[in-house]
């Protein structure tokens, strides 16, 4: 299948064309040795500072060969022995085919599928985030140098915040809480890059393969209610850019060392991200020291003049994003007009040279001007890389560990495999491998339905679908009910796929779909024992009246597991592994679908009864919480004296500088401290955890703080650290949590300026509270 022009279709509208189908070559590197003539260039010489390389590269290309380098999809130059290169390729849980870089067609036909990015999240695991993004890398230079690919860079990991329930993209991201999707990101993308977990030297410079901090900034809505993504203005106050929509961005760039940021489709208050000088240039590169490559998503940039009529004329658009520090256009925008705006002096030639230094610099450091592939940093991973035992087994991991159990009434799960004779699963997602993966997704090593999966255990396994489809616009209910009864139990799997919610397609509702409540009612009044319902979904649903039935006596939510999904839940419904994964999103009642998704605002307004969003301000009902999760065991924590009761920030400072807060609180300006004195002001939390139940199992365990007395601009609570531990029965053990003020305990004032109240917090483990007083 031919995927058509990129200036056609945005980067959703390919999802759907999955497969490229070109010839496997010998993959492409500049500086061939098999073109001799130009080797002497000092470009080719490996032993010169990159800097010096591409400096000489650049200045033997003429305008028209730098204007052909500024588009996702960038010629050969056959007189200085340059390859072709694409920008585009996915990464997001997995290699995947969409995009224009990567084929499947060769001795490479399938890659390791690995939970979508919110399951993952679920296993509050930074190590476990760090792995996969290592295998993702490993088998990304893999295909490359099986010639499968065209090029080395992918654009993942997506850790904008998942704001609203709605969002049909959540499913791609770590969650809600900026602490947590900037630890994915850091840990994703040394894991990918090549880096080593702790953040060690990076490879003296070499990337195994490139990631990509997408989108930035406040990218959170695609299709909603007629408000398009490409046109969208997100009204976002400095007080929510400050302390949620930017820190995992600042996290990705500054302590994740990314080498490339995607720049979003959507305006932040007026003023498009591809075009926004201050974000992209004096935020990401200045502040953030980011060095790498900038790229539009796709179409993004003929978006800023054709959509958001932001420009008078495409070269003025085309001098905005190149002199705001955007490098490459996914499209064809910057290929059709850059010469013109030249020409018109709209934009200095220098311009274009400082995107090519980027875009250049970052191939070198994937050693593709390094010529024979043999001799590459990365040389020797080939195919037998590819779907490894290690590889799948770490995809069954994920999922283990991210499935969450919701609910677990009189201990009903887990079942017992030598009591039961028959099983019934019942439900459109129960017998459909490919809902299992989410979007962005590969062409997995295996593929296990659940129904097949359980069906191992029970050999008497029947399964009907219930719906027509996910959305279930008509029910079979009569044959659903006819096929559970007479079974042990009932395994109802539910929930949603991606035509329901995925990227250019956001929810209007938070129920299940068309008749599935009513199916699922009908076959649980039915059934003989209480059923087991199992959501397959990215976003939350409510199911409160699944909650709330008593015949309905446990709920797993499944997310969208992967291609070792099925397996997974499997083992958990009869015991062979003991759930831990813990909600990364709040699940909000169905009425919320009344504040409006284009409503940015992070903190409520009590006068208009806006409620807020995420766990942090949220202050209406919930169906289940953000960090919710069941276990077969029982946990137990306990402070241990070692953790402080008093902060004295002020001996810290030679000339302590406080201001006055709104409440009257002496405050202090993070950015006054400095980088030495938040590190001097690090402290320990020390926690003991005790597995006081009956089973092993691996248990996140997540530290919270929250103020006393909450001020106006303060979180009701703040995630401040989380660790994933796992114990044997009776066993106890001890954690530290390194605390920083700066980073976990500081607030954000309504001109973005982070300060630390004076005061006291609690720190907080589920029952357990120690309090903390901040002294200024």
């Not at 939970?115 to 993952?120: A, F, G, I």
């Not at 901090?213 to 400095?238: E, I």
């Not at 129960?430 to 593929?447: D, F, T």
Request: glycine share 8%; aromatic share 10%.
């Amino acid at each position: 299948m031919k995927l058509l022009p990129v200036a056609a279709l945005s980067n959703a509208f390919c999802l759907a064309l999955l497969f490229l189908h070109t010839e496997s070559t010998q993959p492409p590197f500049s500086c061939d040795s098999e073109n001799p003539q130009v080797l002497s260039f000092p470009f080719c010489q490996t032993k010169l500072p990159i800097r010096k390389r591409v400096q000489d590269l650049v200045s033997r290309l003429t305008l028209d060969e730098k204007i052909s380098q500024l588009v996702n999809s960038a010629p050969a130059i056959p007189r200085l022995g340059l390859s072709p290169y694409e920008w585009w390729s996915e990464a997001l849980h997995g290699v995947s085919g969409y995009g224009h870089g990567v084929s499947f067609d060769g001795s490479i036909g399938h890659v390791t599928s690995f939970p979508q990015v919110l399951l993952t999240a679920a296993t509050f695991d930074s190590r476990l985030w760090y792995r996969i993004g290592q295998a993702t890398g490993i088998e990304a230079r893999a295909v490359y140098n099986a010639g499968q690919a065209k090029g080395m860079t992918f654009w993942t990991p997506n850790i904008n915040i998942f704001r609203d329930p709605r969002w049909g993209r959540g499913q791609e991201t770590p969650g809600e809480d900026p602490l947590v999707a900037g630890n994915y990101a850091v840990a994703f993308v040394r894991g990918i890059q090549g880096d080593s977990f702790q953040g060690g030297k990076l490879n003296n410079g070499h990337l195994q393969a490139s990631a990509c901090c997408k989108h930035f900034t406040a990218y959170d809505l695609d299709n909603w209610n007629g408000v398009m993504r490409y046109g969208f203005d997100a009204q976002v106050t400095q007080q929510d850019l400050a302390d949620t929509y930017q820190p995992p961005f600042r996290s990705c760039v500054k302590d994740g060392r990314a080498s490339g940021i995607m720049c979003a489709y959507n305006r932040v208050n007026g003023v498009p991200n591809c075009a926004d000088y201050n974000l992209l240039t004096k935020t990401a590169r200045r502040e953030w020291g980011f060095h790498g490559y900038i790229t539009s998503d796709c179409d993004a940039v003929a978006a800023i003049y054709d959509v958001h009529k932001y420009t008078k004329s495409p070269e003025e658009t085309v001098a905005d994003v190149l002199k705001a520090g955007m490098d490459v256009d996914c499209g064809s925008f910057l290929k059709n007009y850059t010469k013109s705006a030249v020409q018109q002096k709209k934009l200095p030639e220098s311009e274009i040279d400082r995107a090519l230094h980027n875009l250049f610099e970052v191939q070198m450091r994937l050693g593709l001007f390094n010529g024979n592939p043999n001799k590459q940093h990365f040389g020797n991973i080939g195919p037998n890389h590819v779907c490894t035992q290690e590889h799948q087994e770490l995809a069954l991991e994920a999922a283990r560990n991210g499935i969450v159990l919701l609910k677990n009434s009189a201990k009903l799960l887990p079942l017992s495999k030598n009591k039961i004779t028959s099983l019934a699963v019942i439900g459109p997602n129960g017998n459909n491998a490919y809902a299992l993966l989410g979007n962005y997704e590969g062409r997995p090593c295996k593929s296990v339905e659940i129904f097949k999966a359980l069906q191992s255990y029970v050999t008497n396994t029947k399964f009907h679908p219930g719906c027509n489809a996910v959305d279930c616009t008509s029910v079979a209910i009569d044959d659903a009910v006819n096929t559970a009864k007479g079974a042990d139990y009932v395994v109802l799997v539910m929930g949603l796929d991606q035509t329901q919610e995925t990227e250019d397609r956001d929810r209007l509702y938070l129920t299940l779909p068309g008749q599935q409540e009513s199916l699922v009612t009908a076959v649980t009044e039915a059934a003989d024992k209480p059923v087991i319902l199992v959501l397959v979904c990215g976003g939350p649903v409510d199911v409160s009246f699944a909650k709330y039935n008593p015949k309905i006596g446990s709920i797993l939510w499944a997310g969208y597991p992967g291609e070792s999904g099925g397996i997974a839940l499997a083992e958990i419904i009869f015991g062979d592994h003991n759930p831990g994964g813990k909600l990364p999103v709040t699940w909000y009642p169905k009425n919320f679908i009344r504040v409006p998704m284009t409503d940015m605002r992070m903190r409520p307004e009590p006068s208009s009864g806006y409620p807020g969003r995420t766990y942090r301000f949220y202050n209406g009902e919930k169906v289940f919480e953000f960090g919710h999760g069941l276990s077969y065991s029982a946990y137990k924590y306990k402070f241990v004296s070692s953790t402080p009761n008093t902060i004295y920030l002020n001996q810290l400072l030679n000339s302590p500088t406080s201001t006055e807060s709104s409440n009257s609180l002496r405050t202090l300006s993070v950015s006054d401290m400095g980088e030495d004195i938040c590190e001097k002001a690090k402290f320990s939390a020390v926690v003991g955890i005790e597995n006081s139940g009956e089973v092993s199992g691996r248990h996140p365990v997540l530290l919270f703080a929250r103020p006393i007395t909450p001020s106006e601009r303060s979180p009701l609570k703040q995630l401040v650290g989380f660790q994933s531990v796992s114990l044997n029965s009776g066993e106890r053990t001890e954690l530290e949590f390194v605390i920083s003020p700066c980073e976990h305990l500081s607030t954000a004032t309504e001109d973005g300026l982070m300060v630390i109240e004076e005061g006291y917090k609690y720190l907080m483990l589920e029952d357990e509270e120690h309090p903390i007083n901040i002294v200024i």
